[in-house]
């Protein structure tokens, strides 16, 4: 059964060393329950971006909270690089396993599947492949002479999104992010955040269940206002490019990162 | 009569790449590109050709996916996908795109955001157009430090897309699929062959006969600066506006 739990709870559920699946800015990144995890004092987590990841990610890296990040890329987009992604490169202070946009969704898919690996076109002759042991070319067995890369399945003890609405039974809206349902399906447990819980079952409506994560995923649910925020949600709120421009220039160095995180935290607990 | 503006020249020229195509994909974050394919798509209305799709990745209005991240990957994968725009911090003479990192992999002393899916669609899309404003040995490098994708693939590696011209604020390059390097075709107004063999960073070939890039005619013209930006700035409202002040400081 869904539990219904506290942000702090939530957060709580997401232990040192797990491998962690996010979602991207805009497409449902629980930035406001970072500030929990961080609290929550949580390390060494290995990171899995579906496919790319952002604000949230930077932020627990520059917390020091990631030891490793599975990604294809890490930026703040319209608002340029990520800045502790790029210092904690430059360190050293992180391994970093660099990967392409459908090699991670492959990697989510054949853990959806329950299969070892799915083989994907593109990749041969990139050093994307050539940094990555861990991804090996085999013979297309159907076919002569025709090489092609097997990912092996991405599985991440836990997940974490934010979403507009969930009901009573545990049923999370994530309308047509399909990304979202991929990390559910691909983890062994589930965290989300919402925008508000509702009493009315999100199944009942046969026009948008479809859009539904059903409660089978869904291991705990926390209710958390604009939990998205400074990114936007779809259908609920635009995104605040004022506050993730702020958060760029702050976090260039480690003490304007720290001083940011502060009154970012003061400002989600008001 | 009037002239077109630096980034109109680079709009127009965008349409005539991709001419032809049936759907064109474009990154969130690239107006220009994004201008290109409006202009393309509004032009082929107008001679009554075959519609074109857009589909902007990350824009709510003109994105047709429902299945989320993976359904573009998996359209272009069975050839759904006709063109796509691809940059890089560095573009080297064989077509290699770097969008990683300079120095050396994985403590790289610049990082960028990371290849995206550059390591798939490159292999698979088969116009993807290079696109980078600035023009410079620091970007147009001999050798790209790490290959996020490669511009040509060996005999028997599945290889359908790749690189069909690269496009500066300079100039625009076709590729030779079949030697694996570019060919300098045309300059844009205010630059000469002399200044883009100076600031290139690798060899290349020369067409016979270097023109000047192509300009749009007084018709097209309008068109860019009345449908094309009013479309335009539902998506890219600020770059809507660079646009507009920029064609109203030339006619002044």
């Given at each position: 059964?869904?539990?219904?739990?506290?942000?702090?709870?939530?957060?709580?559920?997401?232990?040192?060393g797990a491998?962690?699946?996010?979602?991207?800015?805009?497409?449902?990144?629980?930035?406001?329950?970072?500030?929990?995890?961080?609290?929550?004092?949580?390390r060494?987590?290995?990171?899995?971006?579906?496919?790319?990841?952002?604000?949230?990610?930077?932020?627990?890296?520059?917390?020091?909270?990631?030891?490793?990040?599975?990604?294809?890329?890490?930026?703040?987009?319209?608002?340029?690089?990520?800045?502790?992604?790029?210092?904690?490169?430059?360190?050293?202070?992180?391994?970093?396993?660099?990967?392409?946009?459908?090699a991670?969704?492959t990697?989510?898919?054949?853990?959806?599947?329950?299969?070892?690996?799915?083989?994907m076109?593109?990749?041969?002759?990139?050093?994307?492949?050539?940094?990555?042991?861990?991804?090996?070319?085999?013979?297309?067995?159907?076919?002569?002479?025709?090489?092609?890369?097997?990912?092996?399945?991405?599985?991440?003890?836990?997940?974490?999104?934010?979403?507009?609405?969930?009901?009573?039974?545990?049923?999370?809206?994530?309308?047509?992010?399909?990304?979202?349902?991929?990390?559910?399906?691909?983890?062994?447990?589930?965290?989300?955040?919402?925008?508000?819980?509702?009493?009315?079952?999100?199944?009942?409506?046969?026009?948008?269940?479809?859009?539904?994560?059903?409660?089978?995923?869904?291991?705990?649910?926390?209710?958390?206002?604009?939990?998205?925020?400074?990114?936007?949600?779809?259908?609920e709120?635009?995104?605040?490019?004022?506050?993730?421009?702020?958060?760029?220039?702050?976090?260039?160095?480690?003490?304007?990162?720290?001083?940011?995180?502060?009154?970012?935290?003061?400002?989600?607990?008001q | 009569?009037t002239?077109?503006?630096?980034?109109?020249?680079?709009?127009?020229?965008?349409?005539?790449?991709?001419?032809?195509?049936?759907?064109?994909?474009?990154?969130?974050?690239?107006?220009i590109?994004?201008?290109?394919?409006?202009?393309?798509?509004?032009?082929?209305?107008?001679?009554?050709?075959?519609?074109?799709?857009?589909?902007i990745?990350?824009?709510?209005?003109?994105?047709?996916?429902?299945?989320?991240?993976?359904?573009?990957?998996?359209?272009?994968?069975?050839?759904?996908?006709?063109?796509?725009?691809?940059?890089?911090?560095?573009?080297?003479?064989?077509?290699?795109?770097?969008?990683?990192?300079?120095?050396?992999?994985?403590?790289?002393?610049?990082?960028?955001?990371?290849?995206?899916?550059?390591?798939?669609?490159?292999?698979?899309?088969?116009?993807?157009?290079?696109?980078?404003?600035?023009?410079?040995?620091?970007?147009?490098?001999?050798?790209?430090?790490?290959?996020?994708?490669?511009?040509?693939?060996?005999?028997?590696v599945?290889?359908?897309?790749?690189?069909?011209?690269?496009?500066?604020?300079?100039?625009?390059?076709?590729?030779?699929?079949?030697?694996?390097?570019?060919?300098?075709?045309?300059?844009?107004?205010?630059?000469?062959?002399?200044?883009?063999?100076?600031?290139?960073?690798?060899?290349?070939?020369?067409?016979?006969?270097?023109?000047?890039?192509?300009?749009?005619?007084?018709a097209?013209?309008?068109?860019?600066?009345?449908?094309?930006?009013?479309?335009?700035?539902?998506?890219?409202?600020?770059?809507?506006?660079?646009?507009?002040?920029?064609?109203?400081?030339?006619?002044?």
């Amino acid at each position: 059964m869904t539990a219904f739990v506290s942000p702090s709870e939530l957060a709580a559920r997401i232990k040192s060393g797990a491998k962690l699946a996010v979602p991207p800015d805009g497409s449902g990144a629980s930035v406001g329950l970072t500030k929990f995890i961080i609290d929550s004092g949580v390390r060494d987590l290995h990171l899995v971006c579906a496919p790319i990841g952002g604000l949230q990610v930077d932020m627990l890296v520059g917390a020091g909270a990631v030891s490793t990040i599975e990604t294809s890329a890490v930026s703040l987009g319209e608002a340029g690089g990520a800045p502790a992604f790029i210092r904690a490169i430059r360190q050293q202070t992180i391994r970093i396993m660099d990967a392409t946009c459908p090699a991670m969704l492959t990697g989510l898919v054949a853990a959806q599947k329950g299969v070892p690996f799915i083989p994907m076109r593109g990749l041969i002759g990139s050093d994307i492949l050539r940094t990555r042991p861990d991804w090996t070319v085999i013979d297309n067995p159907y076919a002569k002479d025709d090489p092609i890369v097997a990912i092996p399945a991405i599985r991440p003890d836990v997940c974490l999104f934010h979403a507009p609405e969930a009901d009573r039974f545990g049923n999370v809206r994530v309308g047509r992010r399909g990304e979202l349902q991929l990390i559910a399906y691909a983890s062994d447990i589930t965290l989300v955040t919402v925008e508000r819980i509702v009493e009315t079952s999100l199944l009942s409506d046969e026009a948008s269940a479809a859009g539904v994560l059903p409660s089978l995923y869904v291991s705990a649910v926390a209710e958390l206002k604009h939990g998205a925020w400074p990114n936007g949600l779809w259908g609920e709120y635009e995104a605040d490019a004022d506050e993730i421009s702020r958060y760029a220039a702050a976090a260039r160095t480690a003490e304007g990162f720290d001083r940011y995180m502060d009154a970012f935290s003061g400002a989600m607990a008001q | 009569m009037t002239e077109a503006t630096a980034r109109e020249t680079l709009i127009f020229t965008i349409a005539r790449l991709l001419d032809g195509v049936r759907h064109v994909a474009v990154g969130a974050s690239s107006p220009i590109p994004a201008a290109g394919a409006m202009l393309l798509r509004a032009l082929s209305e107008q001679r009554g050709g075959e519609p074109v799709r857009i589909s902007i990745l990350g824009s709510a209005e003109h994105n047709f996916f429902t299945q989320g991240a993976s359904e573009l990957f998996d359209c272009a994968a069975q050839g759904r996908i006709d063109a796509f725009f691809l940059g890089g911090g560095q573009i080297d003479g064989a077509g290699n795109i770097n969008l990683v990192g300079s120095g050396d992999y994985p403590n790289s002393e610049v990082r960028w955001p990371g290849s995206f899916g550059s390591a798939f669609l490159y292999y698979v899309v088969p116009r993807v157009i290079l696109f980078r404003e600035e023009h410079s040995p620091r970007v147009l490098v001999e050798k790209v430090d790490f290959i996020s994708a490669p511009g040509t693939s060996p005999p028997g590696v599945y290889r359908v897309g790749g690189p069909h011209a690269l496009l500066t604020g300079a100039a625009l390059f076709s590729f030779e699929g079949d030697k694996g390097r570019f060919r300098l075709d045309s300059v844009h107004p205010g630059h000469t062959a002399e200044e883009i063999r100076a600031s290139t960073g690798f060899a290349f070939a020369e067409a016979p006969q270097i023109k000047p890039t192509p300009q749009p005619d007084q018709a097209t013209l309008a068109l860019l600066r009345g449908r094309i930006l009013d479309e335009l700035a539902e998506t890219y409202p600020q770059f809507a506006e660079v646009l507009h002040a920029d064609a109203t400081g030339m006619a002044a």
